[in-house]
């Protein structure tokens, strides 16, 4: 089976940097906003150079929603940078009314999403923002993987015209997508052939995802994993053919189970193939302070859950 | 001062239009849209500097965006008298289908609207992000805002009027309707905001007062001292002290025509009081 390796850890905060600091030099249309967290959204080296295309606002995440929706109107750009949190559930109205509604084409860019912002606590840990975004008509919504296709990413959305909703995080984590990947907006990437199980997993649970398979495959059990960096628009055409071939599924995010990645995939199936899924999310709860790690592991985030869910739908074909 | 006879017998018009309008699906906000008759129609007509057609992005011309956008229907029945559409489309106000929408809306592509409005307390931070754009793109041009006073209850508001001052977005004049109602009754009363002058000059904005809001010389004067303070470092913040309901005697004094249109009798007084000038839709 195809293994993945990896040489670097880094968060996935960083490649949004990178990634918005290349706009910088190449779209003289990008702005960015923030709402007084440059150094955590590493937006240092845009700000560094391009001051006027920076909007500092303060701690005022609703006037940086409506002022992002404003600047759009005479061609900009806008990226907005704050938390997960204040990203969607503090200024929904704002981005349902202003941006959505209105269709601006806005890119709200979340850092700290999830339990593995660690030890702030569940005040800071969103685990809702994948369900709020997904549900407004329109947005888009992306949850890469890794440093490297968070920074593809955040290439690729300001060459999508409309509102886009782009999560990332803060610990650092396996570089293992290449450096120079195209990244296409709604098209999964099948990251290894099998046929007992699909699992279907975004953000940093990909290579969690990557772990299990490679143990399951020790036991004998073959994973087919799919890299689902697009949430909405879904890649269902890859889903479909993936299960059709294993007959089950297992989705794995940092996400309740309600609203997320798994929600999706299950509308999917029940509409063209009913298939037995199992959930790799948090369980209609809040987080609590800790490591990421220790936080992965007491919410079943990580790969040993997803092992233990991919013999439990097996089980259940 | 050149006369203004022409732009009085507009707003008699546009007042025939929006009352038909809310009669017509006994819905709709005739009061506001009644009270800011005279400003829409001297914005439109003399102080905006517009280009022909609808461009989203206005480069190169003067923008206006309605943050309290329940007054949807003066909006409407003044863009089109200006020519962004058909006067006759006024008829299909909050029906199915219609790209007039219950509140003004990008979404039905309805030219002249920049920006979904109704949910309150979000048009300044708009209007500001615009008039940044503006500033990206070396447009010498202005952004005009409207805006409730009891919308001033929303606290967006007040990050959006901290920022701009802070910013020195000083290409923006921000209008508030100062009627003193709202749906439950005097602003004093729901939940009072003492002095809003000396609020927005705490805040650091350039301020001027138009008494006479239902006054279209007034209007004009007090826009132009207005548009004279921009430029210079500081938003401009213009309080226009308006009646609601103001045309329609017993629309007039009371905060009761907010949200109600009137029945047919109410309407046929309403319009003797107004008579067509211009031509009904």
């Given at each position: 089976m195809k293994t993945f390796t990896y040489t670097e850890k880094k968060d996935t905060r960083s490649g949004f940097g990178a990634g918005l600091a290349e706009l910088g030099r190449t779209n003289p249309n990008v702005v960015a906003l923030c709402a007084d967290l440059v150094g955590s959204l590493k937006m240092d080296k845009f700000i560094e150079e391009n001051p006027e295309r920076f909007f500092q606002v303060g701690i005022a995440e609703a006037n940086m929603m409506g002022i992002?929706?404003?600047?759009?109107?005479?061609?900009?750009?806008?990226?907005?940078?704050?938390?997960?949190?204040?990203?969607?559930?503090?200024?929904y109205d704002q981005i349902r009314q202003s941006i959505a509604y209105s269709g601006k084409n806005v890119k709200i860019c979340a850092s700290h999403a999830g339990l593995t912002l660690g030890e702030d606590g569940a005040t800071h840990q969103i685990l809702e923002d994948i369900g709020l975004m997904k549900m407004l008509p329109g947005m888009v919504v992306i949850n890469p993987c890794d440093y490297n296709q968070t920074k593809a990413a955040t290439l690729a959305i300001a060459e999508h015209n409309g509102p886009v909703y782009l999560r990332f995080g803060r610990p650092s984590v396996p570089i293992f997508t290449p450096a120079d990947q195209k990244f296409e907006i709604g098209k999964a990437i099948k990251?290894?052939?099998?046929?007992?199980?699909?699992?279907?997993?975004?953000?940093?649970?990909?290579?969690?995802a990557l772990e299990a398979s490679?143990?399951?495959?020790?036991?004998?059990?073959?994973?087919?994993?799919?890299?689902i960096h697009t949430i909405k628009p879904l890649d269902e055409e890859a889903i479909l053919k993936s299960v059709a071939k294993t007959g089950c599924v297992v989705t794995a995010e940092e996400h309740n189970y309600l609203g997320g990645l798994g929600e999706s995939v299950s509308r999917v199936l029940t509409l063209n193939n009913p298939a037995p899924q199992e959930f790799v999310a948090t369980n209609d709860t809040f987080g609590e302070s800790g490591t990421p790690a220790q936080l992965m592991e007491k919410y079943g985030l990580n790969s040993a859950a997803i092992i233990k869910k991919s013999k439990a739908v097996i089980a259940r074909k | 001062m050149p006369s203004t006879q022409h732009l009085k017998d507009l707003t008699t018009q546009v007042r025939r239009d929006i009352l038909r309008m809310v009669h017509k699906v006994n819905s709709g906000?005739?009061?506001?849209?009644?009270?800011?008759?005279?400003?829409?129609?001297a914005l439109y007509n003399e102080i905006m500097d517009r280009n022909e057609g609808f461009d989203m992005d206005g480069i190169g011309e003067d923008l206006f965006f309605l943050s309290n956008g329940h007054i949807s229907p003066i909006y409407y029945s003044v863009l089109a008298r200006s020519g962004y559409f058909p006067v006759d489309e006024l008829n299909t106000f909050r029906l199915i289908n219609s790209r007039l929408q219950g509140h003004p809306t990008t979404h039905e592509g309805l030219p002249g609207i920049r920006i979904a409005s109704g949910s309150l307390g979000q048009g300044m931070s708009v209007a500001i992000g615009a008039a940044q754009a503006k500033k990206l793109n070396n447009d010498s041009h202005l952004i005009y805002s409207l805006h409730g006073d009891g919308e001033l209850q929303e606290g967006q508001n007040w990050e959006a009027i901290m920022y701009a001052s802070a910013k020195k977005v000083d290409n923006l004049i921000a209008t508030v309707d100062l009627n003193g109602k709202q749906i439950d009754g005097a602003t004093d009363d729901v939940l009072a905001m003492g002095d809003v002058k000396a609020k927005f000059e705490a805040f650091d904005w350039v301020v001027v007062e138009i008494k006479e809001g239902n006054d279209i010389d007034a209007i004009l004067k007090g826009m132009a001292e207005a548009k004279s303070k921009t430029g210079q470092g500081k938003p401009v913040c213009v309080l226009l002290e308006t009646m609601m309901g103001n045309g329609v005697d017993f629309m007039m004094h009371t905060h009761a025509w907010h949200g109600k249109a009137p029945n047919d009798e109410q309407l046929a007084s309403a319009l003797e009081q107004n008579p067509e000038t211009l031509g009904d839709y």
């Open positions: 992002a929706a404003g600047l759009t109107i005479g061609g900009k750009i806008p990226f907005t940078g704050t938390f997960a949190n204040f990203s969607t559930g503090r200024v990251m290894t052939e099998g046929t007992d199980v699909t699992i279907v997993a975004t953000g940093h649970l990909v290579w969690e490679k143990a399951l495959f020790e036991e004998g059990i073959s994973a087919e994993v799919i890299n | 906000h005739p009061g506001g849209s009644l009270g800011c008759a005279e400003f829409f129609v």
